[in-house]
C-alpha cells in the first residue's frame, strides 16, 4: 500500500489565483499542482463573500456595506444621479482652475457622491447608458486629479493635484473609487495605485482619533480594486505606515472593530508582508485576551479578522478560539444573517491549520442550529465550509449531509470549481451516497466541454479521484470516462488519473459496465506509454523534489496493477524503472515504521496473535519492498506454511457514511496484502480508540482465519510465486479469466463468494461455476479467480464437477 499516493489530491484544486486552492485541495496538484502547491491558501472566492442582492451574485469581499461606508450628509443623499453627472460636467468644463487645492477637493467629493447615487444608494435601476456616462465621467475626473498640481506663491505643491488633498479625503476618494469599480466599463485601478504612492509617500492621515478609520477605508479599498503588495510596492510601504501610527494610538475599546478587521482583511487580501502587520495581531490578541476590545463586534468582523491572519501566516490559536466562540454565541442567538460569515470562519480555521478539536464547540452548535439558520446559504459559501470542514478533518455529519444535498440540489447552477471542492471535500471527509455523486460528476462532464484546458483537467481530475477514493461506479464515471483526454493534461491531473485508475481497477467490488474499462484502459496505457518516453532527469519524475516523487509512486502503483491485469510494459527506460524501485523502496521503509510506532496497532495485534499460541509477530512487515506493501503486521507459525496479515484500519480507510465500507485506499491495501499473504484479518479501529469490542472483533476475524486456512491445502498457499505460475498457467489455455486474489474476510466461504457472486454476475469473466471442494480455500471473487480452478476440473482435489451455481444457504 501506498498511502502517501493520496497526498497529491489531498487539497483541492486549485485554478487561476486567487481563486482556490488546490486539492483538496500541489506540484502541480494541491495549490496549483504543478502549476503552484498545496500549501497555498487561496479562498474559492473572497472568503465572506456578500451576495448582491439585486445580481444574486458574490462579487464584494467581506465588507459591510451598511457599516463600512462613510457617513453621507443629507444634501449627498437627496442629489441624484442626473444632478451629480451635470455638477462633473461644470468641473471638466473649466469650473475651477485644474490642478488647485480647491479644484482637487471638489473632484474628491463628487466621487463620492458619485458613489452614493450610481451604487450605494441609486435613485432607481441604473440603466446601461446612465452606466456608459458614468464611466466617461469618473474617467475624466480621475484625469483631473493626475494633472500637475498648481498651489500658491511660495508653497510646493506637489507632483500632482492629487497630492493636495488631504488624507481625509484620501481615504474617501479611494473609497469612492472602490464602489464606482462595481459599474461596468469604470477603471479606477490608476486613481488608486496613485493614492496608494501618496500614502507610501507620508501623507497626513489625522486626526488622531481618525487614524484607524482613514487607515482601514484607505486600505480596504486597494483590496476591492485588487491591488496587491507584489505588483504594486506602494501599497506595502502603505501598511508599512499605516501598522505603526494606528498602533501608536493602541487597541482600546473605542477603535471601530470594523476598522480593525478591514485592516486585516485588506492586508490578507494584497498580499502584504506578513513581518510588517505582525505587531499589530499580537496587540489585537492581547487586546482580546484582556477583553475590553471589539465589543459591539458582528460575525463580519470575526470573520474578516481571523481570514486575514490566516492568510498572512500569522496564527495566534487564542484569538482563533476566542473568535469562534464569540461566533458560537451569535449562532445559538440564531444571527441568520450572519451564516456567510459563519462559513467563512471555517474556512479560515482551516487555512489557519486549527483542527477539529479547536472548533469543536462552534461546529456543534452550527450543526444543531443549521436547519433553522442556512437554509438560504448559497453555494460558493457551501463550497467553503465542506473544504473547511475536509482541511480540518472535523466529521460533522449533519452540516456534511446538508451541504451535499444543497449543492447536489442546485447542480445545475455551479461552476468548476466549486464542484470540484466539493467533491474533494466528501470523499476526503468519508461522506458517500451515490445519487449526490452522479449528479455532481454528471456536472463535471457537462462543464467539461466549455472549459478552459486547464480548469477542465483540473475539474475531471478532481472528479476521477473523488469516485476512486469512494469506489463510485455508477453510469457518469463511464461518461467520464470518455471525457477525459489525458494527452492534454497536466503533469498533476497525468499523476491523480493513474492513481485513480489503479485504485478502480484493483476493487473486486466496483461495479461498473465493462465498456467502462474499454475506455479507461487504452487511455492510460497510452499515457503510461508517454511517461516513459520522457527524457532523464524530467521535471515531473525528479527524485530529488517531493512532486516527483509522488509520481513516481502513482506510476509504480499503475504499474504494478497493469502487472496484475496481464498488460505488463515491457520496455520502460531503465533509468525509470530504478527510478520507481527506489521510491517504492524509500516509501516501504516509511510505511513500516509508521505501523511499528502506533500503540494502537501493538494491542490489536496482541489480541490477534494470542488467537493463534506459538506464532511469531513481525510488526510493520514489508511483504514485498519494491511494491512497497507492508501489512501492520504478518503472523507466522513454524507448524503452519500460511500467513496472516493483519490490517488495523483508521478512519483513513474506511469511509464515514456509508459506515464500516472500505475507500478506494483501504481496498487498494486489502488487495495488495490479499496478492501476498494466505489470509488477510481487517480490523477497524474507529477514531484511533481501541475498545474492548474491537480486541474481540480481532480475536474472531483471527480464528476465523485460522479455521479457513486448516482447509487450505500447503501447495496453494497463496504467494506471488505461486499465483503467476497458476496464472500463465490459465492463460496458457486460453481462459478469459480475472487476476487471481486471496482471501480477504476470513468469515464463512459461502458468504464471500455469494458476495463476490453477485459482484462479478453478468461479467464476461464469470464462468458462473462453483467448485464445492475447492470453496473452502475461501477465493473469494468469481470462481474462476481461484488458482485452483481450471474451469470444470478441480487441481486442489484431482476431482471434477459440473456445479453450474452457487451453494445455497
Given at each position: 500500500?501506498?498511502?502517501?499516493?493520496?497526498?497529491?489530491?489531498?487539497?483541492?484544486?486549485?485554478?487561476?489565483?486567487?481563486?482556490?486552492?488546490?486539492?483538496?485541495?500541489?506540484?502541480?496538484?494541491q495549490?496549483?499542482?504543478?502549476?503552484?502547491?498545496a500549501?497555498?491558501?487561496?479562498?474559492?472566492?473572497?472568503p465572506g463573500?456578500?451576495?448582491?442582492?439585486?445580481?444574486?451574485?458574490?462579487?464584494?469581499?467581506?465588507?459591510?456595506?451598511?457599516?463600512?461606508?462613510?457617513?453621507?450628509?443629507?444634501?449627498?443623499?437627496?442629489?441624484?444621479?442626473?444632478?451629480?453627472?451635470?455638477?462633473?460636467?461644470?468641473?471638466?468644463?473649466?469650473?475651477?482652475?485644474?490642478?488647485?487645492?480647491?479644484?482637487?477637493?471638489?473632484?474628491?467629493?463628487?466621487?463620492?457622491?458619485?458613489?452614493?447615487?450610481?451604487?450605494?444608494?441609486?435613485?432607481?435601476?441604473?440603466?446601461?447608458?446612465?452606466?456608459?456616462?458614468?464611466?466617461?465621467?469618473?474617467?475624466?475626473?480621475?484625469a483631473?486629479?493626475?494633472?500637475?498640481?498648481?498651489?500658491?506663491?511660495?508653497?510646493?505643491?506637489?507632483?500632482?493635484?492629487?497630492?493636495?488633498?488631504?488624507?481625509?479625503?484620501?481615504?474617501?476618494?479611494?473609497w469612492?473609487?472602490?464602489?464606482?469599480?462595481?459599474?461596468?466599463?469604470?477603471?479606477?485601478?490608476?486613481?488608486?495605485?496613485?493614492?496608494?504612492?501618496?500614502?507610501?509617500?507620508?501623507?497626513?492621515?489625522?486626526?488622531?482619533?481618525?487614524?484607524?478609520?482613514?487607515?482601514?477605508?484607505?486600505?480596504?479599498?486597494?483590496?476591492?480594486?485588487?491591488?496587491?503588495?507584489?505588483?504594486?510596492?506602494?501599497?506595502?510601504?502603505?501598511?508599512?505606515?499605516?501598522?505603526?501610527?494606528?498602533?501608536?494610538?493602541?487597541?482600546?475599546?473605542?477603535?471601530?472593530?470594523?476598522?480593525?478587521?478591514?485592516?486585516?482583511?485588506?492586508?490578507?487580501?494584497?498580499?502584504?508582508?506578513?513581518?510588517?502587520?505582525?505587531?499589530?495581531?499580537?496587540?489585537?490578541?492581547?487586546?482580546?485576551?484582556?477583553?475590553?476590545?471589539?465589543?459591539?463586534?458582528?460575525?463580519?468582523?470575526?470573520?474578516?479578522?481571523?481570514?486575514?491572519?490566516?492568510?498572512?501566516?500569522?496564527?495566534?490559536?487564542?484569538?482563533?478560539?476566542?473568535?469562534?466562540?464569540?461566533?458560537?454565541?451569535?449562532?445559538?442567538?440564531?444571527?441568520?444573517?450572519?451564516?456567510?460569515?459563519?462559513?467563512?470562519?471555517?474556512?479560515?480555521?482551516?487555512?489557519?491549520?486549527?483542527?477539529?478539536?479547536?472548533?469543536?464547540?462552534?461546529?456543534?452548535?452550527?450543526?444543531?442550529?443549521?436547519?433553522?439558520?442556512?437554509?438560504?446559504?448559497?453555494?460558493?459559501?457551501?463550497?467553503?465550509?465542506l473544504?473547511?470542514?475536509?482541511?480540518?478533518?472535523?466529521?460533522?455529519?449533519?452540516?456534511?449531509?446538508?451541504?451535499?444535498?444543497?449543492?447536489?440540489?442546485?447542480?445545475?447552477?455551479?461552476?468548476?470549481?466549486?464542484?470540484?471542492?466539493?467533491l474533494?471535500?466528501?470523499?476526503?471527509?468519508?461522506?458517500?451516497?451515490?445519487?449526490?455523486?452522479?449528479?455532481l460528476?454528471?456536472?463535471?462532464?457537462?462543464?467539461?466541454?466549455?472549459?478552459?484546458?486547464?480548469?477542465?483537467?483540473?475539474?475531471?481530475?478532481?472528479?476521477?479521484?473523488?469516485?476512486?477514493?469512494v469506489?463510485?461506479?455508477?453510469?457518469?464515471?463511464?461518461?467520464?470516462?470518455?471525457?477525459?483526454?489525458?494527452?492534454?493534461?497536466?503533469?498533476?491531473?497525468?499523476?491523480?488519473?493513474?492513481?485513480?485508475?489503479?485504485?478502480?481497477?484493483?476493487?473486486?467490488?466496483?461495479?461498473t459496465?465493462?465498456?467502462?474499462?474499454?475506455?479507461?484502459?487504452?487511455?492510460?496505457?497510452?499515457?503510461?506509454?508517454?511517461?516513459?518516453?520522457?527524457?532523464?532527469?524530467?521535471?515531473?519524475?525528479?527524485?530529488?523534489?517531493?512532486?516527483?516523487?509522488?509520481?513516481?509512486?502513482?506510476?509504480?502503483?499503475?504499474?504494478?496493477?497493469?502487472?496484475?491485469?496481464?498488460?505488463?510494459?515491457?520496455?520502460?527506460?531503465?533509468?525509470?524503472?530504478?527510478?520507481?524501485?527506489?521510491?517504492?523502496?524509500?516509501?516501504?521503509?516509511v510505511?513500516?515504521?509508521?505501523?511499528?510506532?502506533?500503540?494502537?496497532?501493538?494491542?490489536?495485534?496482541?489480541?490477534?496473535?494470542?488467537?493463534?499460541?506459538?506464532?511469531?509477530?513481525?510488526?510493520g512487515?514489508?511483504?514485498?519492498e519494491?511494491?512497497?506493501?507492508v501489512?501492520?503486521?504478518?503472523?507466522?507459525?513454524?507448524?503452519?506454511?500460511?500467513?496472516?496479515?493483519?490490517?488495523?484500519?483508521?478512519?483513513?480507510?474506511?469511509?464515514?457514511?456509508?459506515?464500516?465500507?472500505?475507500?478506494?485506499?483501504?481496498?487498494?491495501?486489502?488487495?495488495?496484502?490479499?496478492?501476498?499473504?494466505?489470509?488477510?484479518?481487517?480490523?477497524?479501529?474507529?477514531?484511533?480508540?481501541?475498545?474492548?469490542?474491537?480486541?474481540?472483533?480481532?480475536?474472531?476475524?483471527?480464528?476465523?482465519?485460522?479455521?479457513?486456512?486448516?482447509?487450505?491445502?500447503?501447495?496453494s498457499?497463496?504467494g506471488?510465486?505461486?499465483?503467476?505460475?497458476?496464472?500463465?498457467?490459465?492463460?496458457?489455455?486460453?481462459?478469459?479469466?480475472?487476476?487471481?486474489?486471496?482471501?480477504?474476510?476470513?468469515?464463512?466461504?459461502?458468504?464471500?463468494?455469494?458476495?463476490?457472486?453477485?459482484?462479478?454476475?453478468?461479467?464476461?469473466?464469470?464462468?458462473?461455476?462453483?467448485c464445492?471442494?475447492?470453496?473452502?480455500?475461501?477465493?473469494?471473487?468469481?470462481?474462476?479467480?481461484?488458482?485452483?480452478?481450471?474451469?470444470?476440473?478441480?487441481?486442489?482435489?484431482?476431482?471434477?464437477?459440473?456445479?453450474?451455481?452457487?451453494?445455497?444457504?
Amino acid at each position: 500500500m501506498i498511502l502517501s499516493s493520496r497526498a497529491l489530491h489531498t487539497r483541492p484544486p486549485t485554478f487561476s489565483p486567487p481563486c482556490i486552492r488546490r486539492a483538496v485541495p500541489v506540484r502541480l496538484l494541491q495549490v496549483k499542482h504543478r502549476t503552484k502547491l498545496a500549501t497555498e491558501h487561496e479562498g474559492l472566492i473572497k472568503p465572506g463573500c456578500v451576495a448582491n442582492k439585486a445580481t444574486n451574485t458574490a462579487r464584494e469581499p467581506l465588507i459591510n456595506r451598511r457599516r463600512s461606508r462613510p457617513v453621507a450628509t443629507d444634501a449627498q443623499q437627496k442629489q441624484s444621479l442626473t444632478g451629480i453627472l451635470a455638477e462633473a460636467a461644470d468641473l471638466a468644463a473649466g469650473g475651477l482652475k485644474a490642478g488647485t487645492r480647491r479644484h482637487a477637493g471638489s473632484v474628491a467629493g463628487c466621487l463620492r457622491s458619485l458613489a452614493y447615487a450610481a451604487v450605494v444608494r441609486p435613485d432607481g435601476r441604473v440603466s446601461t447608458a446612465e452606466q456608459r456616462q458614468v464611466a466617461a465621467t469618473v474617467q475624466r475626473l480621475a484625469a483631473s486629479l493626475l494633472v500637475p498640481a498648481v498651489a500658491p506663491r511660495g508653497a510646493d505643491p506637489g507632483p500632482t493635484a492629487l497630492h493636495l488633498l488631504s488624507g481625509k479625503q484620501l481615504s474617501y476618494a479611494a473609497w469612492a473609487a472602490s464602489k464606482l469599480a462595481e459599474v461596468p466599463g469604470v477603471q479606477v485601478q490608476p486613481l488608486c495605485q496613485a493614492i496608494a504612492g501618496i500614502a507610501a509617500e507620508g501623507a497626513d492621515m489625522g486626526p488622531r482619533d481618525q487614524l484607524w478609520k482613514h487607515w482601514a477605508m484607505l486600505l480596504c479599498a486597494m483590496a476591492v480594486v485588487e491591488l496587491n503588495c507584489e505588483n504594486t510596492p506602494a501599497l506595502q510601504k502603505a501598511f508599512a505606515r499605516a501598522v505603526p501610527q494606528v498602533l501608536s494610538q493602541g487597541i482600546y475599546a473605542r477603535v471601530p472593530a470594523q476598522s480593525i478587521a478591514n485592516i486585516l482583511y485588506a492586508a490578507g487580501d494584497c498580499g502584504a508582508d506578513s513581518s510588517t502587520l505582525r505587531p499589530l495581531v499580537d496587540a489585537l490578541d492581547a487586546a482580546v485576551i484582556a477583553g475590553g476590545v471589539m465589543q459591539k463586534s458582528v460575525a463580519q468582523d470575526w470573520s474578516h479578522c481571523m481570514w486575514g491572519c490566516a492568510k498572512l501566516g500569522i496564527v495566534r490559536p487564542r484569538f482563533f478560539q476566542h473568535a469562534l466562540q464569540e461566533l458560537k454565541v451569535m449562532v445559538v442567538n440564531n444571527q441568520r444573517h450572519m451564516t456567510l460569515n459563519y462559513s467563512a470562519a471555517i474556512y479560515s480555521s482551516a487555512i489557519a491549520g486549527l483542527d477539529a478539536r479547536a472548533a469543536k464547540p462552534f461546529l456543534d452548535a452550527l450543526e444543531r442550529e443549521a436547519p433553522r439558520i442556512m437554509h438560504d446559504l448559497d453555494a460558493q459559501a457551501w463550497s467553503n465550509l465542506l473544504w473547511g470542514l475536509a482541511e480540518m478533518k472535523a466529521y460533522m455529519p449533519g452540516l456534511i449531509s446538508m451541504g451535499a444535498h444543497a449543492m447536489a440540489d442546485r447542480v445545475h447552477s455551479l461552476n468548476m470549481q466549486q464542484l470540484a471542492n466539493t467533491l474533494w471535500a466528501l470523499s476526503t471527509l468519508g461522506w458517500y451516497e451515490p445519487a449526490v455523486y452522479e449528479s455532481l460528476v454528471a456536472q463535471v462532464v457537462l462543464l467539461a466541454r466549455d472549459e478552459s484546458s486547464y480548469e477542465r483537467s483540473v475539474g475531471l481530475g478532481s472528479a476521477v479521484l473523488a469516485c476512486a477514493e469512494v469506489l463510485h461506479g455508477g453510469p457518469a464515471l463511464q461518461h467520464l470516462a470518455r471525457s477525459c483526454q489525458f494527452d492534454s493534461i497536466n503533469p498533476q491531473a497525468m499523476g491523480n488519473a493513474l492513481y485513480a485508475w489503479a485504485l478502480m481497477r484493483s476493487a473486486p467490488t466496483l461495479s461498473t459496465a465493462a465498456d467502462t474499462w474499454a475506455v479507461w484502459d487504452p487511455a492510460v496505457l497510452a499515457l503510461v506509454d508517454r511517461l516513459a518516453q520522457l527524457h532523464t532527469g524530467s521535471s515531473a519524475l525528479a527524485e530529488d523534489s517531493v512532486e516527483g516523487q509522488i509520481m513516481l509512486r502513482q506510476l509504480g502503483l499503475c504499474l504494478q496493477e497493469m502487472k496484475w491485469i496481464g498488460q505488463e510494459r515491457q520496455k520502460l527506460p531503465g533509468w525509470l524503472t530504478g527510478a520507481i524501485v527506489r521510491a517504492a523502496t524509500g516509501q516501504c521503509k516509511v510505511l513500516a515504521a509508521r505501523h511499528q510506532d502506533k500503540p494502537v496497532n501493538a494491542s490489536v495485534v496482541a489480541a490477534c496473535a494470542a488467537t493463534w499460541p506459538g506464532c511469531s509477530v513481525q510488526m510493520g512487515a514489508a511483504l514485498s519492498e519494491r511494491e512497497a506493501i507492508v501489512a501492520s503486521a504478518v503472523l507466522e507459525h513454524p507448524d503452519s506454511p500460511h500467513q496472516i496479515a493483519v490490517a488495523v484500519a483508521d478512519d483513513t480507510f474506511v469511509l464515514r457514511h456509508p459506515l464500516c465500507r472500505l475507500r478506494g485506499v483501504g481496498m487498494r491495501w486489502v488487495s495488495q496484502l490479499r496478492r501476498e499473504a494466505s489470509a488477510v484479518v481487517l480490523v477497524r479501529v474507529p477514531e484511533g480508540d481501541v475498545t474492548e469490542a474491537v480486541l474481540q472483533q480481532a480475536t474472531q476475524l483471527t480464528q476465523q482465519a485460522l479455521d479457513v486456512l486448516k482447509h487450505l491445502p500447503a501447495g496453494s498457499a497463496a504467494g506471488s510465486s505461486s499465483r503467476r505460475s497458476s496464472s500463465q498457467r490459465r492463460r496458457s489455455q486460453g481462459l478469459a479469466v480475472a487476476p487471481p486474489r486471496s482471501t480477504t474476510w476470513p468469515r464463512p466461504w459461502w458468504r464471500a463468494c455469494l458476495q463476490a457472486g453477485r459482484a462479478w454476475r453478468g461479467s464476461a469473466r464469470c464462468a458462473a461455476s462453483w467448485c464445492a471442494t475447492c470453496a473452502p480455500c475461501s477465493w473469494t471473487c468469481c470462481p474462476t479467480t481461484c488458482p485452483t480452478w481450471t474451469g470444470r476440473h478441480c487441481l486442489a482435489s484431482g476431482r471434477s464437477t459440473s456445479s453450474r451455481s452457487p451453494p445455497t444457504l
